[in-house]
């Protein structure tokens, strides 16, 4: 099979989130990519505001907010936007429960609840040290995206009393807040369409369980060695962990690069 196009993860797939870079083998291999003439896309849970270091590599396709938004350049490709007073209601109730609670625009900002479990789960998924700030006019913008940082058995409490929205938990500490169904696989259905590729001409790197749909629509799925063992078990193949050059070894078995 030809591929055309590869989609990445970018927390724990392109990007170590124990010290937040890229190595260097990552930086070269997604430059022989580029120069081979494979459109790169990086689809990641992160704010578009966060992906400079991306945009730096050349990148200029990116999935966001794990799937609620996808732009090309200054193109947009796809968006999923939550309505206010949804966001205005499940803010009241975060706050009342002292459950912390991210939005996604294409900035990251969160309620301002701090606690130990949410740092790790911010640290573990977006490479972040520290909390985002405080958005004042939070409400009064474009939200693809809610995260709630929570247990299991409090998302359950949010479940019952949302019934209309959809919980959708993709780590230990962490579940996205929905009206409708949002993936990445979904936004990257939007981006095939958009420069024509078919899936069979795709493949995806990926390294938690909120890529296991983008592995399974791409022609080939590959999981990284650091990766969640429900995601390897649907693979195509598992390469060794980001930071002993994955990307660089799957894409020469490849023979991509």
């Known amino acids: 099979m030809s591929y055309k196009i590869v989609f990445f993860d970018v927390d724990g797939t392109l990007i170590d989130y124990k010290n937040g870079r890229i190595s260097a083998t990552t930086i070269s291999a997604i430059q022989q990519l580029q120069a081979n003439g494979i459109e790169v896309v990086a689809a990641t849970g992160r704010p578009l505001s966060m992906c400079k270091e991306l945009q730096q590599l050349g990148i200029h396709t990116f999935i966001t907010a ?81 995260c709630l940082y929570a247990n299991q058995e409090s998302i359950e409490e949010y479940k019952a009393a949302f019934p209309h929205l959809l919980f959708q938990q993709w780590h230990p500490y962490i579940a996205n807040v929905l009206q409708r169904e949002v993936s990445k696989a979904i936004a990257a259905k939007a981006v095939l369409n958009y420069f024509g590729f078919k899936p069979a001409e795709a493949v995806a790197f990926g390294d938690g369980e909120n890529d296991m749909e983008l592995l399974g629509l791409a022609g080939f799925g590959v999981a990284m060695g650091n990766g969640s063992d429900k995601l390897k078990l649907i693979a195509d193949f598992v390469t060794t962990d980001c930071d002993k050059d994955g990307i660089e070894f799957a894409l020469k078995d490849l023979q991509l690069i």
Not at 67 to 87: M, P
Not at 94 to 109: D, I, V, W
Not at 113 to 137: C, H, K, M, W
């Open 66 to 146: 794990n799937g609620a938004h996808a732009k090309n350049g200054d193109s947009l490709i796809y968006e999923s936007v939550l309505e206010k007073d949804i966001v205005a209601a499940i803010q009241a109730y975060a706050n009342q429960k002292g459950h912390a609670l991210s939005f996604f625009t294409e900035s990251l900002s969160m309620n301002g609840i701090q606690n130990e479990s949410t740092l790790l789960a911010l640290q573990q998924t977006l490479s972040l040290r520290d909390y985002p700030g405080v958005d004042p006019f939070i409400t009064e913008k474009d939200i693809y995206l809610m």
